[in-house]
């Protein structure tokens, strides 16, 4: 399948998208959750929760987060599922970080740990985790399909996986707001806040480039899970896909 956004990268430098990605992040680690709850405006949590509830819902023991960030999604799934343990694997050292400082503070960090690595090439067994998330990160992936492989590959039979994810709301009405939104104040805000505007014009770009729900289902099923389901929210501005490894 082609996928644009495979194509769209932070920067103009020659540079192949999975660096850029790091670097990006690495630039705005410090002020990413700020720009997350103004961009959003703080709807961003109701998403999570209500991933974190389909989550919750396979009563997972082990878990892996991947494009774990600044933690937000393991702290959320670490609190609502007490019993689990969280790994979270992200590129950016940086965005980890700042989420290290968090699950201290939390008081989560003998269930939840960090490691960087590459999403695309998982240091894991096949079969290792109960179930995998990915909040606002597969479009950031250099090589979508290899990515929904790697993580339904370290997935146990019958474990699921859980993706959320920003897209262009299908609605008619809804796009006018949404285009001018994204391409106009998210970039200022993000000039204003972060020193590195480039990444908040990605943002919308990266977005925009996605596969469709239906293109995303398949993705889901073209990595060799089964059940694939999408649960659109806040008129389709973000999107829940779930799946789930046969056997």
């Known amino acids: 399948m082609k996928i644009d956004a495979e194509n769209i990268k932070p920067y103009d430098n020659g540079a192949a998208k999975t660096g850029q990605v790091e670097e ?16 959003t405006l703080g ?16 009563n997972p023991a082990k878990i892996l987060d991947v494009a774990t960030g ?25 965005m980890m970080d700042v989420g290290r ?29 109960d179930a995998v998330t990915v909040a606002f990160g597969v479009r950031n992936f250099e090589r979508l399909e290899r990515g929904y492989a790697e993580m339904a590959r370290v997935l146990r039979p019958g474990g699921l996986l859980c993706v959320v994810e920003l897209a262009v709301p299908t609605k008619r009405w809804v796009r006018p707001f949404y285009r001018f939104y994204t391409k106009g104040i998210i ?46 929210l806040t008129f389709g501005v973000c999107a829940i896909y779930t799946a789930r490894k046969p056997g």
Not at 43 to 58: G, Q
Not at 75 to 85: N, T, V, Y
Request: net charge neutral; charged share 15%; glycine share 10%.
């Open 70 to 94: 600044t933690g937000d999604f393991a702290i959320q799934l670490a609190r609502s599922i007490p019993g689990a343990h969280i790994t979270g694997i992200d590129l950016s050292a940086g």
């Open 43 to 58: 709807i961003d949590r109701s998403w999570r929760r209500k991933a974190v509830h389909l989550t919750a819902a396979v």
């Open 101 to 129: 400082q968090k699950i201290e503070k939390a008081g989560l960090s003998e269930r939840i740990d960090l490691r960087q690595g590459d999403c695309l090439a998982l240091p894991w067994a096949n079969g290792t985790f």
């Open 24 to 39: 990006m992040f690495d630039s705005i680690a410090h002020s990413y959750d700020t720009m997350n709850r103004l961009m």
């Open 187 to 232: 970039p200022l805000v993000g000039r204003l806040i972060s020193s590195d505007s480039s990444a908040y014009t990605y943002l919308p770009t990266s977005i925009a480039a996605m596969p469709g729900p239906q293109s995303m289902l398949g993705l889901l099923t073209g990595a060799g899970l089964v059940d694939a389901r999408l649960l659109p």
